[in-house]
Nanobody, 122 residues
Framework: QVQLVESGGGVVQAGGSLRLSCAAS????????MGWFRQAPGKEREFVAR????????FYADSVQGRFIVSRESAKNRLYLQMNSLKPEDTAVYYC???????????????WGQGTQVTVSS
C-alpha cells in the first residue's frame, strides 16, 4: 500500500519561495511517475509537475514552467517541489501523487497524500 506524506507548506509573500517535500513508502517506485497536483478553493485538482522515479525525466504545467522544480531523492524515497517566484494564484492545497504510468489527469491517479496548504499573499 502506497503512503505519501507531504510537508513544507505555509504562508509566503508574492515573489518568495517554498519547498515542499513528500515522503513515499509502501512499495518500490522504480516504475512510477511521481508528481504534484494542486487544488484551489472552488476549482478542480490540476496537474503541476511530474518526474519519473527512474531516470528523473520531468514535465511541468505551463503555469509553473520556469518557476517550479520537481526532483526526487531515490535513496530516501523523497519527492520535492521547489517553488520560486510564487504568485497569489499559486495559492492552493498541494498534493503529492504516485502512478504507474504517465501522470497528468487527476482522475487517473490512484495514490494521493493528504495535502499541504500553500498561501501566497500579495
Amino acid at each position: 500500500q502506497v503512503q505519501l506524506v507531504e510537508s513544507g507548506g505555509g504562508v509566503v509573500q508574492a515573489g518568495g519561495s517554498l519547498r515542499l517535500s513528500c515522503a513515499a513508502s509502501g512499495r518500490t517506485f522504480s516504475n512510477y511517475y511521481m508528481g504534484w497536483f494542486r487544488q484551489a478553493p472552488g476549482k478542480e485538482r490540476e496537474f503541476v509537475a511530474r518526474i519519473t522515479w527512474t531516470g528523473g525525466s520531468t514535465f511541468y504545467a505551463d503555469s509553473v514552467q520556469g518557476r517550479f522544480i520537481v526532483s526526487r531523492e531515490s535513496a530516501k524515497n523523497r519527492l520535492y517541489l521547489q517553488m520560486n517566484s510564487l504568485k497569489p494564484e499559486d495559492t492552493a492545497v498541494y498534493y503529492c501523487a504516485a502512478q504507474e504510468g504517465p501522470m497528468y489527469l487527476a482522475s487517473n491517479v490512484p495514490d494521493w497524500g493528504q495535502g499541504t496548504q500553500v498561501t501566497v499573499s500579495s
